[in-house]
């Protein structure tokens, strides 16, 4: 493996240390100092059942193992390691930031920290969704395709809910559908953007969104059948463009 694809030493220490603050940082609000997230945001029409967040266990863990084999081997099984882990890096600090600034009930300040982090998840699906470094062996790239598609995943999930929160807090109606649908439909067409271009690769990334409309549904209870008719929509257009990439992405590696 190359000089130009290594990740430096003070980067990969950066990434491990990523992933562990972002993994101590639930232990504030945990111990009673400050609110907890879902304490900190208003529960709308368009949050997932709590059950969905069990997903963070996931990404901690892939987190972990991906900053250890950065720091071991210096490579993400990709042709840009250094710009995929700084990437995701801003990941990790910004959920860690995200989760104090959220036990301080810092709302907007909360949602710009989730817009920053999802802005570098998609530049890491961008680029890990590309050619892997054909030097390395490939489960290297497929650790870092699986946790950089469930990653940003959750985070267009919770960014558009996090700002909806927002809104709410400031004055919207929770209990209007109407507002919140637009919002759904909005997050629905970057989730569908993203899978089209990306999905067929980061298969993690539709069906961590798709986790998190089956969360909404299961939040809406019938109660609210126009939440749950554009989340199922959406989960339907998510599996055809899922499918789409795949083949693309067939035609691509045949071309080649």
């Known amino acids: ?129 590309g050619p892997r470094d054909p030097e390395t062996p490939a489960w290297r790239a497929t650790l870092t395709r699986v946790l950089v598609g469930i990653y940003a995943g959750w985070a267009t999930a919770a960014v558009f809910q996090n700002w909806a929160s927002d809104a709410a807090d400031a004055g919207a109606d929770a209990d209007a559908v109407g507002w919140q649908i637009v919002v759904l439909l909005v997050a629905a067409v970057f989730a569908t953007i993203i899978t089209l271009f990306l999905g067929g690769v980061l298969i993690g990334y539709p069906l961590t969104v798709i986790w998190a409309l089956i969360g909404i549904i299961a939040t809406s209870g019938g109660e609210t059948p126009t939440v749950t008719g554009v989340c199922l929509a959406t989960i339907f257009v998510l599996i055809i463009s899922t499918g789409i990439s795949m083949y693309a992405a067939r035609l691509r590696t045949r071309a080649a």
């Open 1 to 129: 493996m190359g000089a130009t694809t290594r990740v430096n030493t003070s980067l990969s220490i950066l990434a491990v240390a990523g992933a562990i603050a972002q993994i101590l940082a639930p232990v504030v609000p945990f111990a009673g100092v400050g609110a907890s997230p879902n304490e900190s945001t208003v529960d709308l029409l368009i949050t997932p059942a709590g059950y969905t967040f069990s997903i963070w266990s996931v990404i901690y863990l892939l987190s972990l193992v991906f900053a250890g084999m950065v720091v071991l081997t210096r490579s993400t099984g990709t042709d840009a390691p250094a710009r995929v882990t700084a990437d995701v890096s801003v990941a990790f600090f910004g959920a860690a930031v995200w989760i104090l600034f959220s036990a301080a009930e810092w709302q907007w300040v909360t949602s710009i920290v989730l817009t920053i982090m999802t802005v570098a998840l998609v530049d890491a699906a961008r680029l890990v969704a």
